[in-house]
């Protein structure tokens, strides 16, 4: 997340970013930056928790400090969790004698269950 705060000083510019809801403890957000990262340790899984919503707020620095926030979606993709196997498990393949190298013989192409 990025914000701008235009008003007088370079000190009353600063912007801090906080969670105000919704990360679950899955998420964080550099104060700083605004970068929002996974938590080490946590665990995202497509078929438990398939989106996130969180709203991040932006507070400046000026007296009296001013604020805005912004909602967000995150989407986690589902990613292969199994292992992928040849079906059939066992090939017969015949080559000519005369094959050169580096000559495709066999493509197998592995699926997951």
Do not use: W
Request: proline letters at 5%; glycine letters at 10%.
């Amino acid at each position: 997340m990025n914000a701008t705060d235009n008003d007088g000083t370079e000190r009353n510019r600063g912007v801090n970013y906080f969670i105000e809801s919704g990360s679950s403890g899955i998420f964080g957000v550099d104060v700083k930056t605004g970068c929002v990262y996974v938590q080490v340790g946590a665990q995202l899984d497509f078929e438990t928790v398939s989106v996130y919503s969180m709203t991040i707020l932006a507070v400046d620095q000026g007296s009296p400090p001013l604020n805005s926030t912004a909602e967000f979606l995150i989407y986690v993709l589902d990613v292969g969790e199994t292992t992928p196997h040849a079906d059939p498990r066992s090939f017969q393949v015949t080559v000519l004698d005369n094959m050169g190298g580096g000559e495709q013989v066999f493509d197998c192409k592995p699926r997951r269950p």
